[in-house]
């Protein structure tokens, strides 16, 4: 007597459904995505002869890093080096303390709806408006420098800030927030004991995440006349300066690096 197979005894495995279970009307839909990425592919203007030409630039870029010139321009470097230090800083501070309420306001399980909609509205046109495009009007209204990009990612980080944490207060732990208030606790003493401890954590990580946003914003709005290193950045590509141009973004790299580890012990400490 033969022995069963081990499908006839246990039957057939369980396999997840497919998200589109007609097999036809699923591959038709992959075939007409890759007909359409190959049209989308197909209608991108490519001059390679401008590529070309352009190739022996990049080689010479690249070569650049490995002999950056941190002193022809050193002066300029780190004048603008430090205003976006400081822009970033400044903006980021501000920006969080802003964040906080309007966080609080635009998660549905803690606001009236009234406040509800008020902080989702901030969010949402803080979300809308790309950071260059804002810049771009500060910068006409309140002229060159770092007052406008100060401004412009100050209101970015409302945006960014306020959102992820309405969020995280939406997903918290009902249980402990629910417990405290059941004690007669106030409507401050609630969110201090039962709110902050469960997204304090969440919090320090988007903030410190922020700032590095903000400091590699800082090099872009430079390109817009609003502050920071990106003008001198702009200005070594405007003149071929490469070797300049690489020491300024090995020193943004650096930057960028040492705020990630910053960011990873002040997120060990915090938790």
Do not use: H
């Not at 260059?132 to 006409?140: D, H, P």
């Not at 914003?217 to 290193?229: N, Q």
């Amino acid at each position: 007597m033969s022995t069963p197979a081990l499908a006839d005894v246990v039957g057939r495995p369980w396999r997840k459904p497919p998200f589109i279970k007609r097999a036809g009307l699923r591959w038709g839909l992959l075939l007409g995505f890759a007909a359409y990425l190959i049209a989308a592919v197909l209608t991108i203007e490519v001059d390679w002869g401008r590529v070309y030409e352009g190739l022996d630039r990049g080689w010479a870029f690249i070569k650049s890093f490995a002999q950056p010139d941190f002193v022809t321009r050193s002066g300029d470097i780190w004048e603008g080096l430090l205003e976006s230090i400081v822009m970033t800083v400044a903006a980021s501070v501000v920006g969080i303390l802003i964040s906080i309420p309007i966080g609080l306001g635009a998660a549905r399980n803690i606001a009236p709806l009234p406040v509800y909609m008020i902080c989702r509205g901030i969010v949402a046109v803080s979300r809308a408006l790309q950071e260059i495009i804002v810049a771009i009007l500060l910068v006409a209204i309140f002229g060159f420098g770092p007052l406008a990009g100060f401004l412009t990612l100050s209101f970015a980080t409302i945006g960014f800030l306020s959102k992820l944490l309405a969020e995280d207060i939406e997903s918290m732990d009902k249980v402990q927030a629910e417990a405290i208030k059941a004690s007669g606790a106030s409507w401050m003493q609630w969110i201090n004991y039962g709110v902050q401890p469960q997204v304090m954590p969440r919090l320090v990580g988007l903030s410190m995440y922020r700032i590095d946003i903000n400091f590699r914003e800082s090099a872009i709005l430079g390109l817009v006349g609003a502050g920071g290193i990106g003008a001198t950045l702009n200005t070594a590509f405007d003149r071929y300066e490469y070797d300049t141009a690489a020491a300024i973004l090995i020193l943004i790299i650096g930057i960028v690096m040492a705020l990630e580890y910053l960011s990873g012990v002040i997120r060990a400490r915090v938790q």
